[in-house]
Every structure is written in C-alpha cells, then in structure tokens.
C-alpha cells in the first residue's frame, strides 16, 4: 500500500512538472513573437523615407537626396491677368500668325445673350481655357424677286389713245401671240353690241372659252395676261399660269343680271370675268377660295387687283360686293371704280 501511495506522489509530481514547463514555453514563444513583429515594424520604418517632396508648379525641384521622389518640371502656365497681352502662334517657313486676345468673363456674370453657345478652347503651349460666346443668328426672310420690267407695258391712258385704231391693235394682240378673228360691228336694238369685235381663240395661255369683245378691250386684256399675271406667277410661285378660267367676256345682258337695271359693259364687249387661275404643276388659284388668303396665292390674287387698275378703267373684286366674289370683273368704262 505504501508503495503504491508512493507512485502516486511521484505521477502527480511529474505532471505538475510538465504542466509548468509547457506554461512557460508558451508564454517564451508569445514574448518572441510579438518581438519579432517590433523588429519588422522598425526596419520596415528605418527603410521608408522620412518625408516625400513632391514640386509645385511653377516651383523648382527639390534638392537632389537619396530618398526623394523626383518629378520633372512643369511647365509654367500663362495667368489670367496676362491674358490680354496678345498671343503668336510661330509656323516654320511661316510669318507669326497674331491671336487676338479674348475678354474674361467673370464667374457670376450672366450672360448678356439668351440664345449662345460656349465652348472652351486650349492650345499645346498651355493657353489658358476661355468661355467663347457664338452669337445665333435667325435665317434672313426670303425675299420675292422683283417684277421684270415690261417692254411694251400698256396704261389705261395708252389704251384709250389706241382706241378706233383696229389695224394698230391686231398688230399689238399677234406680236403678244394672241390668235383671233375679226367679226367686225354688232348693233343690236336693246342695245348691246360692239365695235371692231374679235374673237380670241388662242393665248401663251390657255382660256376655258374664247373671249369676245372689242379688239380695245383684247389688247387691253393681252397686255395685262403678258405683263402682270405670268411675271407675277414667277414672282409667287416659281412658275408660269398654264390656263385661265373665263366666266364670261360678250353677254347681252343688264349690271348684275337684274331686272331693269341698265346694260352691263359686257352688253358692250367691253369686259371681261377672270375666276381662277391654273398653274404649271396643276394648282388652282381661286378667286372665290384664296382672295382672303393670307399665303401666296391670296398675295397673287390681290397684287392682281391692284395692278389690273393701271390698265382698266374699272376693277371689282370680292372687296366691292357680293356679286364678284367668286371672280375680277376687269372693263374699259367710264365709271373709274378700283
């Protein structure tokens, strides 16, 4: 019994034994870690550099060290209280090319144009950028071409110094290229009639019917057709009047077709109706349709009625009443009404 007490003593003063050896190998191995860690971070730190010296522009370099990072000089830039000092831009085998110099804006001023562009511009000798303005323009109005001058333009005074003169005015209508037959006088009881009567058949324009009157009222007409309608056409529109819509020219009948009322100057073969007027690429101008017309073809019809009035003696047009709202009545009276 004694001996086996004694073997207990002895294991448990082995184990304790052991138990302490092993605490303190630990803590030997803790120690020498973290002192290893103090060696790392102390070489690591004799190592880096105490301080870096990086140069500002326009600054020189730092002096020359073994642990300095050396960065090459910048180029100085030109300062913005220098800007107005003009610039040259040098080209080999070419004279100085002179900048003009551009005003500052200042960062809170506003702009004085509402509708500009800004861009900003830099050069490769380190110009500075600059706010340019570029003012817009709107597109100009297009302008119409002017009426050609007419060579043989006649007046309403030129007109009636011609009038008797049959042989002068069938001259005047076939050089305008005027095709018609002369169907002499016509004098009828109630009134109606004409003198010198032709009938026209054909024109540089086409009619819808052929016109009769008197070879006055003809060359009146064939004059206003040459010089007025078909250069204001190429005015307006760019192009020529292919046809015309006659209402009427000869008609025994009273003003207005009323009853009672007296003969109209179309009793006289001296007037003539113009509804509508028929365009190269087929566009119709209707007197009814576009008089008010704030386009072209409303331009067309009442710079018509205005310049029929140098040739007629009387104009109507849908501005008088409301028998003429659908056509001009053009005639060569004594009434004097445009």
Known sequence: MQHVLLLLSNVRTIFYRVRRAFFFSSVSLLCLSSLSNLDFKAASATERPTSIAVPTRPAAPMAKESHDIHLPPAKPLISEQQSDVKKTQQVKGKPPILLPSLPLRKPDQALSLPRTYQHETSSVNAIDSQDIQVKIFPPLPRKRPPLPKAATFVTQQTVQTLKGDLKTCAQDLL????QFNSIGDLNLP?????????????SPITFTMPITATCQLAQAYAHFQTNVIQPAAHRFFGQKVKKIHVFGSYQCRSVNHKKG????????????DIGAFYLQDGTRVSVLDHWRDKQAKGDFLRFLGKKACEIFDTVLTPDDDKYHQNHFHFDLGSRGLC
């Open 190 to 202: 109630s009134g109606c009639g004409y003198q010198a009567g032709v009938k026209v058949t054909d």
């Open 261 to 272: 009322a007296k003969l109209s100057r179309h009793a006289r073969g001296d007037a003539i």
């Open 175 to 178: 050089s305008l290229g005027f």
